[in-house]
C-alpha cells in the first residue's frame, strides 16, 4: 500500500517552454500532496504544500507564478513549471500523506528530472 | 533557523562490517523524526518514524534510536543491497531534510 506515482520520469525542454508535472496516489485518498526539489548531492527541499480543493501554501523563495500547483482531486496534483530555464533544471519529487497517518508521515514518489536545454 | 545534520557524508563498509549514521538537529517544535533511504534518481524510500527520545525501532539490518537533540541508525552485519543514501528528516510542521549519507557496502 501508499504507492505514489509521478509522470514523467524524465523531461528534457527548451527553454522559455512549460512543463507539467503529474504525481498520483494509486492506493489511497491525499487531501496534503507536497513538491521537492533535490540538486545533485543536496537535500530534498520543500517548495509547496497542496491541499486538495484549495490554494498550494509555497514555501518562502519560491516563485508561486514560476510553479503552479494544482491539486484537483483527491489523488491528483500536478506541478507547472512554467517559461522553464536551465536554472530549474532539477529533481522533483512529490509525495503523499495518507489519511489518518500520524504527523507527517510521507510517501514518496519516484521522481521527476527536469533537464532545460 | 531549523538545521539538520548528518554525519559521516559518505561511508564505505566491508559487507559484515557494522556502524552507525548520526542525525544532529536543531528544530523547534519536533514531533517527531523520520528515516527515509534513496537509491540514485529515486525518490525517498520511508524506512522509519520515532516520535520520543529513549524509542528504537528495528527493520531487518537497520535499527533506529532517538535522543532529545540527535537520532542513529545502526546498520548491523550490512549487505551490498543496502548501498544507497540514509535520510533523517525531523518534523516539525514539515520535513526537513539533511543531505543525507551515502552508504557504500562493498562484497
Known amino acids: 500500500g501508499a504507492v505514489v506515482s509521478q509522470h514523467p520520469s524524465r523531461v528534457i525542454c527548451k527553454s522559455g517552454t512549460s512543463v507539467k508535472i503529474e504525481c498520483r496516489s494509486l492506493d489511497f485518498q491525499a487531501t496534503t500532496m507536497f513538491w521537492y526539489r533535490q540538486f545533485p548531492k543536496q537535500s530534498l527541499m520543500l517548495m509547496a504544500t497542496s491541499n486538495e480543493g484549495s490554494k498550494a501554501t509555497y514555501e518562502q523563495g519560491v516563485e508561486k507564478d514560476k510553479f503552479l500547483i494544482n491539486h484537483a482531486s483527491l489523488t491528483l496534483s500536478t506541478l507547472t513549471v512554467t517559461s522553464a530555464h536551465p536554472e530549474d533544471s532539477s529533481f522533483y519529487i512529490c509525495?503523499?500523506?495518507?489519511?489518518?497517518?500520524?504527523?507527517?508521515?510521507?510517501?514518496f514518489g519516484p521522481g521527476t528530472r527536469l533537464t532545460v536545454l | 533557523e531549523d538545521q539538520v545534520t548528518q554525519s559521516p557524508e559518505a561511508l564505505r563498509l566491508q559487507e559484515g562490517e557494522s556502524s552507525s549514521l548520526n542525525c544532529s538537529y536543531t528544530v523547534s517544535g519536533l514531533r517527531g523524526l523520520f528515516w527515509y533511504r534513496q537509491d540514485p534518481g529515486k525518490g525517498p524510500e520511508f524506512l522509519f518514524t520515532?516520535?520520543?527520545a529513549g524509542e528504537e525501532k528495528e527493520k531487518e539490518r537497520l535499527k533506529a534510536t532517538l535522543t532529545k537533540k540527535e537520532s542513529f541508525l545502526h546498520i548491523t552485519a550490512p549487505k551490498p543491497e543496502d548501498s544507497a543514501t540514509y535520510l533523517c528528516a525531523p518534523d516539525t510542521d514539515k520535513l526537513i531534510f539533511g543531505t543525507g549519507t551515502r552508504l557504500q557496502v562493498f562484497p
Open positions: 520515532l516520535y520520543s
Open positions: 509525495s503523499a500523506r495518507p489519511p489518518g497517518q500520524g504527523f507527517n508521515e510521507q510517501f
